[in-house]
């Protein structure tokens, strides 16, 4: 099953993640701005292989970077 989710921000991030660990194919649809060099050279090594081969560490720095994002955010429900 495919899903399309619209939007890449911390609720996006955290549905395309879910439906990812459940065996989904995920499509991220966003008209945000340009990625910064780093961030997209990161995206480009994550999208160029299978989740499951992903390098632990290019999947912990996307993690900071996500938790930096959302820091001070309060989190409600489960």
């Not at 099953?1 to 991220?28: D, F, K, W």
């Not at 090594?45 to 900071?64: I, M, S, T, V």
């Amino acid at each position: 099953m495919s899903v399309i989710i619209i939007g890449s921000g911390p609720a996006g991030y955290a549905a395309a993640q879910a439906l990812l660990e459940r065996g989904r194919r995920v499509t991220v649809v966003d008209v945000g701005k340009r990625l910064e060099p780093e961030q997209d050279a990161l995206r480009r090594a994550l999208a160029a292989k299978e989740p499951g081969e992903w390098d632990p560490g290019d999947l912990d720095n996307f993690r900071q970077r996500q938790r930096a994002i959302t820091d001070g955010i309060a989190r409600f429900g489960s």
